[in-house]
C-alpha cells in the first residue's frame, strides 16, 4: 500500500547524504529523496541511478551485479508496519522493470530507467505516497 510505501521511502531516503559525493547527485536534481515520487519530479538523471545503487549497498538490497537482491529487498520491506502486505508486490515490480532493461551495461543509467518504470507501475498499482504522507512519517526514522 501507498502508506507502507511512505515507511519505505522514508527509511531508504535517510542514505541519500551518505551517497551524495559517491553518487555526484547535487541538490539542485534532488533535495531530498521523497521528492522521488513527486508529481513533478523526473527520474532521468543517471547520477539517481548511481545514488540508488549507493543507498541500496547500505542496506544490501543490491547484488553484485546491480541488480535487486530479492530475500533481502523482502526482508526489508517486511520490516515496516505492515510490511507483509507490500513486500512480494514491490519486489515483482521491480523485477519486472529489470527485465525491461537487462540489455544496458551502464549500471548507474540502467538503475535510473528501472526506478522510473517503478515508479510508474506504483502509481498504476496505487501504491505510490504522497509526498505529505513520507513528510508525516519521516520524523520516525
Ligand atoms: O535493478 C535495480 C534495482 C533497484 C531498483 C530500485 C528501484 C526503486 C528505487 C527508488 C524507490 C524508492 C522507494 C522506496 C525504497 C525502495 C528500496
Known amino acids: 500500500t501507498a502508506e507502507?510505501?511512505?515507511?519505505?521511502?522514508?527509511?531508504?531516503?535517510?542514505?541519500?547524504?551518505?551517497?551524495?559525493?559517491?553518487?555526484?547527485?547535487?541538490?539542485?536534481?534532488?533535495?531530498?529523496?521523497?521528492?522521488?515520487?513527486?508529481?513533478?519530479?523526473?527520474?532521468?538523471?543517471?547520477e539517481l541511478g548511481c545514488a540508488i545503487i549507493c543507498m541500496s549497498n547500505k542496506f544490501s538490497l543490491m547484488q553484485d551485479d546491480a541488480r535487486m537482491h530479492h530475500v533481502n529487498m523482502d526482508d526489508y520491506i517486511k520490516t515496516f508496519p505492515n510490511g507483509e502486505v507490500l513486500s512480494a508486490k514491490m519486489v515483482d515490480l521491480i523485477h519486472n522493470c529489470e527485465k525491461q532493461y537487462d540489455d544496458m551495461t551502464d549500471d548507474c543509467e540502467r538503475v535510473v530507467k528501472v526506478?522510473?518504470?517503478?515508479?510508474t507501475d506504483a502509481k498504476k498499482e496505487g501504491i505510490a505516497p504522497e509526498v505529505t504522507m513520507i513528510e508525516a512519517v519521516m520524523e520516525k526514522y
Open 115 to 119: 526506478a522510473a518504470c517503478f515508479k
Open 4 to 46: 507502507v510505501m511512505s515507511h519505505v521511502t522514508a527509511h531508504f531516503g535517510k542514505a541519500l547524504e551518505e551517497c551524495r559525493e559517491e553518487s555526484g547527485l547535487s541538490p539542485e536534481i534532488m533535495e531530498e529523496f521523497k521528492h522521488f515520487w513527486s508529481e513533478n519530479f523526473e527520474i532521468v538523471h543517471r
